[in-house]
């Protein structure tokens, strides 16, 4: 299991399995990440992984086209692209 933190939700933590897509994480657990689409189109789950960056999976094409590299380089990510294989703490 690995560890979520959700930052902008009062510093929520909780488990999930690894290789856990984030958002679905999110909207299981009332994580509080905003979505719309969930699916890559909208880009409204834009976060940041503050921490444990290293633990998630690589950048996905349609996250290319809603963030610029300095954002990707920054750790925003996608969370309805992203998946976990260890500790993260988000925020939004």
Known sequence: MV???FLSNGGKTV???VNSNLLRVSLREQGGIPFKCG???CGT???KVEAGRE???DVKQKERRHLS???LASGYRMACQTFVNGNVSVSW
């Open 69 to 71: 590299a300095e954002e």
């Open 39 to 41: 699916g890559g189109l």
């Open 15 to 17: 488990e999930a399995p």
């Open 55 to 57: 633990h998630t999976d």
């Open 3 to 5: 560890q979520i933190t």
């Open 45 to 47: 789950c834009k976060c």
